[in-house]
């Protein structure tokens, strides 16, 4: 990783993008993009591309989502503390003691989740319970709703928690929102490393940073209509489960470490998963396989059913602590990714489709 693709890997991190709020995430991945795609532009809701032109028309495109999660004010009190709604699958259970930035009319305003202190809480004999999304309560330091107005804020604007990110022992990086700006990250490594070949590849590649993935694909689907790729491969986060106290007979096997994850079945097209395999051994790429009996939980559901259908996979970066401030991923895993999609896009060739056949 160059010196200049780390400084945009941590600015794309640390700026919070909460689902529905996306532009500032955005536009920091459109300006590291504009010098080296052909098209940087985004759409009514934000989903944001950059298109680089191929040979041909045939476009193949990589998606990323944008968004993460965060929280809303959902009450401000007369007493001037806040209430929260969740925006996305918000952990309630990891909410209290944390420090909340909350972005207003007038800027930034930093509150508390607030913790009610041990030594007060009725029920601390060790057998506490997580508490309600209505249980959680935040202090901005106002005394009264006017003046959380005055701070800038009213009900409806969002907040992520400030925790920052950092290169830890062996690899791994850890912060927030790793899921999926981390896919956005990859996507863009993607496109300037073909960008950067002699040769022009075969397909156009489109690579999609989608809006609101955290609440139901919608910018996913919006994007893969108005753009209507031949195939889509689909980038995004996975639970590794190979910390203690996951069950892996009911949530499968897949290690921190060990290479991108495949999924097969539902929404994956046989022929896509199958060139990314062998694009995979080709390189020597550690690849992982997961099982989706029914849908991924990703924005892959909501682009493989557009229009005729398109040929669509997953491919998944393995991800200790989901949707906490200690969410973990390997950076082997992370140039892995890159290298498998990265092989993908180039494998292209004319005569290739990936229609299925009788
Ligand atoms: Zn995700």
Redesign the pocket.
């Known amino acids: 990783m160059t010196k200049d693709d780390r400084e945009f890997l941590f600015q794309l991190l640390k700026t919070p993008s909460p689902t529905g709020f996306e532009m500032p995430g955005q536009r920091v991945w459109a300006d590291h993009l504009k010098p080296h795609a052909t098209e940087v532009a985004c759409d009514a809701y934000g989903s944001t591309w950059a298109k680089l032109a191929g040979k041909s028309d045939r476009t193949v495109m990589l998606a990323a989502?944008a968004d993460e999660i965060g929280y809303m004010i959902k009450v401000i009190q007369p007493d001037g503390f806040l209430r929260l709604e969740r925006i996305g699958g918000s952990d309630v259970a990891t909410a209290r003691g944390r420090r909340l930035t909350f972005f207003g009319d007038k800027g930034e305003v930093t509150g508390i989740i607030g913790n009610t202190a041990i030594h007060l809480r009725r029920d601390n004999g060790g057998d506490e319970k997580a508490p309600y999304i209505q249980d959680l309560w935040v202090d901005v330091g106002a005394s009264n709703a006017k003046e959380v107005a005055d701070l800038g804020l009213r009900v409806g604007h969002p907040g992520v928690y400030p925790d920052g990110h950092e290169e830890i022992q062996n690899r791994r990086l850890i912060g927030r929102a790793l899921?999926?700006r981390i896919?956005g990250f990859i996507i863009a490594q993607v496109l300037k490393r073909i960008a950067k070949e002699k040769k022009k590849p075969e397909f156009t590649l489109l690579c999609m940073n989608t809006v609101q993935?955290?609440i139901g694909g919608y910018g996913a689907m919006m994007a893969t209509y108005r753009h209507n790729p031949e195939l889509c491969v689909c980038l995004?986060?996975t639970h590794a489960t190979d910390t203690p106290g996951i069950d892996t007979a009911k949530h499968g096997a897949t290690k921190l470490g060990q290479g991108p994850a495949l999924t097969h079945g539902t929404s994956n097209h046989p022929l896509v998963v199958k060139r990314l395999i062998q694009v995979g051994e080709k390189a020597k790429i550690p690849l992982q396989h997961e099982a989706s009996s029914r849908t991924t939980g990703?924005d892959t559901d909501k682009i493989f059913p557009i229009r005729e259908g398109v040929p669509s996979a997953l491919v998944s970066l393995p991800l200790r602590c989901m949707h906490s401030v200690v969410e973990t991923v390997h950076l082997d895993d992370v140039d892995h990714v890159i290298e498998l999609l990265t092989g993908l896009v180039l494998s292209l060739s004319a005569k290739d489709g990936f229609h299925q056949a009788l």
């Open positions: 989502h899921d999926n896919g993935e955290e995004d986060v990703t």
